[in-house]
């Protein structure tokens, strides 16, 4: 079993919708990192939290520690949103242990 | 202000030769890193550097070097590529272990 779990694995959803990708984890962390990679390949650093709630623009990520589980939310969802939301959970130490991604299509 | 700068974004490789991946950075970040990233993987980590002059295997190393003789610059070197190698290879950076990181925007390597 993975020590970083992210679902769905692909999600579709009109435009304007609600979504909510979820990242679970197996062992105790000191941090959880959520990024985004467009199309193009690049990645970018969206969110870093070890505790509560985090909220940029449209983007809000949660966290339960006690539950080792996150969350990412994008309200009123845009084509542009798609990508692929990649979790990542660092472990007290400077490594990260990612997830394999969750795939975001985002229909007009 | 350029961030983290990977070069070069394409390169095909024969089995057997050698190359080297570059990555600078110009936020003055001590902590630079290595990943590979695999079709349906999890980025891997492959060399880290929490400052120059130190560095540090990851997960996957086998097959690799680096250096950082310079704050700015960790450098990843393949040396007898093999058709394993055939990944995306990202440099990421980071002011410290509790900040977010910074990456570069890949290098698509394929050995044939």
């Known amino acids: 079993k993975n020590e970083v779990e992210q679902s769905p694995q692909n999600l579709t959803a009109q435009e304007g919708e609600f979504i909510t990708i979820n990242c679970s984890y197996s062992?105790?962390?000191?941090?959880l990192h959520w990024l985004q990679q467009h199309p193009g390949g690049g990645i970018v650093s969206l969110f870093m939290?070890?505790?509560g709630k985090k909220k940029h623009g449209r983007l809000i990520a949660t966290i339960n520690i006690q539950e080792k589980h996150s969350s990412l939310h994008i309200t009123a969802s845009h084509p542009r949103d798609s990508a692929v939301y990649i979790c990542?959970?660092?472990?007290?130490?400077?490594?990260?242990?990612f997830g394999t991604g969750t795939r975001l299509t985002i229909i007009p | 202000n350029a961030g983290v700068t990977q070069t070069p974004k394409f390169r095909i490789l024969k089995i057997g030769q050698s190359m080297t991946l570059q990555c600078t950075q110009d936020m003055n970040h001590n902590y630079m890193y290595w990943y590979r990233q695999d079709p349906g993987m999890g980025l891997k980590l492959i060399y880290y550097?929490?400052?120059?002059?130190?560095?540090d295997k990851g997960e996957v190393p086998n097959g690799y070097n680096v250096s950082r003789s310079t704050t700015e610059d960790f450098p990843l070197r393949l040396e007898l590529a093999a058709p394993s190698q055939t990944s995306v290879y990202f440099c990421?950076?980071?002011?410290?272990?509790?900040?977010?990181?910074?990456f570069g925007s890949g290098t698509r390597l394929t050995v044939v």
């Open positions: 939290l070890s505790s």
């Open positions: 990421a950076s980071s002011q410290g272990a509790n900040y977010g990181y910074t």
């Open positions: 990542a959970v660092r472990k007290g130490n400077e490594k990260l242990t």
């Open positions: 062992v105790g962390i000191s941090a």
């Open positions: 550097s929490v400052g120059a002059g130190i560095t």
